[in-house]
């Protein structure tokens, strides 16, 4: 029997992200198409090359893309909104970051002009911090296929010498995740169909054997529509040529095993990291003529494997038939190298393993499959060394956040008084107008902000200079918006790095890496904090800046907090206790936060959850367990306030409506969420779901470089006016301003003020 190793796809960006500076580079003129395709070529090489070197059979091609690998498909597919003029098909890079970014009139960087357009719709991929752009079907919308770029890196990699196999989204993946515009995107299945048979017959006439096809949705509750799509799918494009490698990942198979096990191709890989259980009932239910890829290394965290306890479960598969070993699934979602950490505290590093040594771990696993456990006994042995060392580490447990846990009542997750009595005591203390108007929290980062952090990085600027530098920053920004006419301010969060890492770093139980990078979208990269251990507070964190910023005013001034969810999801978590026992940790260290801030006279208080609907299990079956624990975390965060202390919170891309009850019993007093791209659709599902408290639609896309005026704003919010009371509405942006620039955020939160009295004098009109 044969053992393999593949890699189902690796981190795109680069270990230092070289990818998201080529972008930057090309977007704002400072170079062209060539030098960006230049640029994504040697990352594309670097990574096969490096791959090939650590021992992988299968390397993937195709893997690699500019902004998302959804929208690479679509425009495959040649499914281009008509608004974006590609309507043969064939679409350059203009297009293609149009649809990613959006355009402000004419595209920096690119030699075609567009008007000002919106961006495709954008959320989250499954249950992880990535996000995709959402592909759309209009009735009536020509498909023709475009760039195969997929051949086209299939034969880059072919003519370096690397034999790949391409990876490609599944089309009831695409279609399942794709939104339909006057029909249903199922109803062009066999069109689609047509052109994914062409695709695969070009890349089986390029001379791939095997192809990856990534049908993740089948970890998902599938309807019969779904079922029959497979099926029928599956039936033709079995004969178009290469072999298939069906391949699933973030969940279980479940209840669609003995069926993916059925459907007509050559290979299945599984997810037995999320999914140990399924391992058995795989195993009667393949056919031995199918070559089963077995997802043992955790592609979605940090912790290294115990290799000697999977080569308990894997030496008897082996034995019984041929098989793949492999990560659960891409490696885009876990940093490059941990080699590059230099930093990092030796004893929490020895625990880790980032993407090159998740396959250095495939590799020892199959040489010891395949040449017996003592030809890697010393790897084996620090492996193990690596476990038990980390389970007996007193830096794990604290005996002092156990008591508090302990000590947790019912009472302490319920305000004092329900929503309307609060309104009523928060407008008396806030006095603020019909429509009021605020951002979500941040502003520019920029060039000067970046660097004096880098200068005090490397210990080149002195920690009382760069306080000024911040105080001085902060006052032009609360002068600014003062000058601007916005009714809540907020103080800029130039001191913060990023509104979980800035958190984690003054919290007990993390750790924090300097080249840890992992794509969020397009050229945007986080550096996930790592929870290794027990979390509290051992020192107030904000209350400093709020202070200083509401010193410099008399219009309220948001306290700024991440909530405990989104900091648990957008970390890398410990996987030796159940999430929901790390969330209550964080819940305590922000609910005392929340206590300090509002104790130093705080009126309103934001706590983000943009993260609450990410964390939602892929089954329907398991989703009120985790709603019922994140709520309970966000109230016991939030429910020490007074009932004058308007608590706010945040959501962003994500679908809603299917858990508004939740979102509801929250009892935040306000929540600011996005709707800009979906031109307010989300706010039918709060109409129906008939809720109590104010919401702040965002009224333009802070992820596009374009800068929309008052009347557009106005048009967006006279939408959500027909479905929520004037009373309820707030009118912001859809998300924090980090990422833009003072050139673009002035002119459009002018509009948005402008916009925002426009909706006063309608009210005041209709008397």
Known sequence: MTVTIASLGFPRIGPRRELKFALERYWSGQSGETELHEAASGLRTATWARQKALGIDWLPSNDFSLYDHMLDMSLMLGAIPARYGAADGEAGLATYFAMARGTAG?????????????????????????????????????????????????????????????????????????????????????????????????????????????????????????????????????????????????????????????????????????????????????????LLSLGVIDGRNIWRADLEALLDRLEPVAAMRDIVIAPSCSLLHVPVDLALEHKLDDEVKQWLAFAVQKLEELAILNRALVDGRASVAAELAASTQAAVLRRASPRIHDAQVAARIAAITPAMHDRRSGHAARRGQQQAALGLPAFPTTTIGSFPQTADVRHARAEHGRGRLDTDAYRQFLREETERAIR????????????????????????????????????????????????????????????????????????????????????????LNWSFVRDDQPREASCRQIALAIRDEVLDLEKAGAQAIQIDEAALREGLPLRRRDWQAYLDWAVACFRLAAAGADDAT???????????????????????????????????????????YRYPAAIGPGVYDIHAPRVPGEAEMVALMRMARRHLAPDQLWVNPDCGLKTRTWEEVRPAIAAMVAAARTLRADLAAEG
């Open 646 to 688: 308007q608590i706010h919170t945040h959501m962003c891309y994500s679908e809603f409506n299917d858990i508004l009850p939740s979102i509801g019993a929250m009892d935040a007093d306000v929540i600011s969420i996005e709707t800009a791209r979906s031109q307010m659709e989300l706010l039918e599902g709060f109409a129906r």
């Open 480 to 567: 600014w918006q003062e000058e601007a006419g916005l009714d809540m301010l907020v103080h800029g969060e130039f001191e913060r790095n990023d509104m979980v890492q800035y958190f984690g770093e003054q919290l007990s139980g993390f750790a924090f890496t300097a080249n840890g990078w992992v794509q969020s979208y397009g050229s945007r990269c986080v550096r996930p904090p790592i929870l290794y251990g027990d979390v509290s507070r051992p020192r107030a964190m904000t209350v400093d800046w709020w202070r200083h910023a509401q010193g410099l005013t008399d219009k309220p001034v948001k306290g700024m907090l991440t909530g405990p969810v989104t900091i």
């Open 106 to 290: 004419e595209e920096s960087g690119c030699s075609h002009a567009h008007a000002s357009l919106t961006a495709c719709e954008m959320t989250k991929w499954f249950d992880t911090n990535y996000h995709f752009l959402v592909p759309e079907l209009h009735a009536g919308q020509r498909l023709a296929l475009g760039r195969l770029k997929a051949v086209e890196e299939y034969r880059e990699a072919k003519a370096q010498g690397y034999e790949t196999r391409p990876v490609i989204v599944g089309p009831v993946t695409w279609l399942s995740l794709a939104k339909g515009h006057g029909l249903d995107p199922f109803d062009r299945l066999d069109e689609i169909l047509g052109l994914y048979g062409v695709i695969l017959g070009q890349l089986a006439l390029a001379g791939a054997d095997w192809v990856q096809i990534d049908e993740p949705i089948l970890v998902t509750d599938l309807d019969d529509r779904q079922r029959r799509a497979f099926t029928r799918a599956y039936a033709r494009l079995a004969r178009s040529g290469p072999k298939l490698m069906l391949t699933t990942y973030f969940g279980g198979l479940d209840d669609t095993l003995s069926f993916a096990a059925s459907l007509p191709v050559s290979g299945l890989h599984v997810d037995l990291v999320r999914a140990p259980h399924q391992l058995a009932p795989l195993l009667k239910a393949a056919p031995r003529s199918l």
